[in-house]
C-alpha cells in the first residue's frame, strides 16, 4: 500500500515536499516508484520517475529543473521535492509503485497507487 502526504496551497514560487510512504510484505527497495498528476479536465500524467536503487531518474518536461524526485529505502519512504511552483502545477498528484528495476513513466507501468495528494498554486 502507498500512501502520499504533502499537499496543500502554496502560492507560485513557493515549494512543497511530498511523500509516499510504503507498507506491506514486499520489499520497497526493489520498486521503482512515480509521481504522477492529474488536474480538472486532464489525463493523468507523468512527473517523475525513480529507480529502485534512486541513481536513475525521469522528469517531465514541464517539471525538470524545479522538481526533485528521491527515495528512502530504509523509511520505505518517496519524495518529490517541488520548487518554483507555478499555477499550472496544480493537481491531484499520486505516487505509484511497481516491482521492477528499472525507472519506469507510463501509468499503465505501474501496480500499485496512492490515494492522491491535492496541490493547489495560486497565482
Known amino acids: 500500500q502507498l500512501q502520499a502526504s504533502g499537499g496543500g496551497l502554496v502560492q507560485a514560487g513557493g515549494s512543497l515536499r511530498l511523500s509516499c510512504a510504503a507498507s506491506g510484505r514486499d520489499s520497497f527497495s526493489v520498486y521503482a516508484m512515480g509521481w504522477f498528476r492529474q488536474a480538472p479536465g486532464k489525463e493523468r500524467e507523468i512527473v517523475a520517475g525513480i529507480g529502485w536503487a534512486g541513481r536513475r531518474t525521469y522528469y517531465a518536461d514541464s517539471v525538470r529543473g524545479r522538481f526533485t524526485i528521491s527515495r528512502e529505502n530504509a523509511k520505505n519512504t518517496a519524495y518529490l521535492q517541488m520548487n518554483s511552483l507555478k499555477p499550472e502545477d496544480t493537481a491531484i498528484y499520486y505516487c505509484?509503485?511497481?516491482?521492477?528495476?528499472?525507472?519506469?513513466?507510463?501509468?499503465?507501468?505501474?501496480?500499485?497507487w496512492g490515494q492522491g495528494t491535492q496541490v493547489t498554486v495560486s497565482s
Open positions: 505509484a509503485g511497481r516491482l521492477s528495476v528499472g525507472v519506469l513513466i507510463t501509468a499503465a507501468e505501474y501496480d500499485h
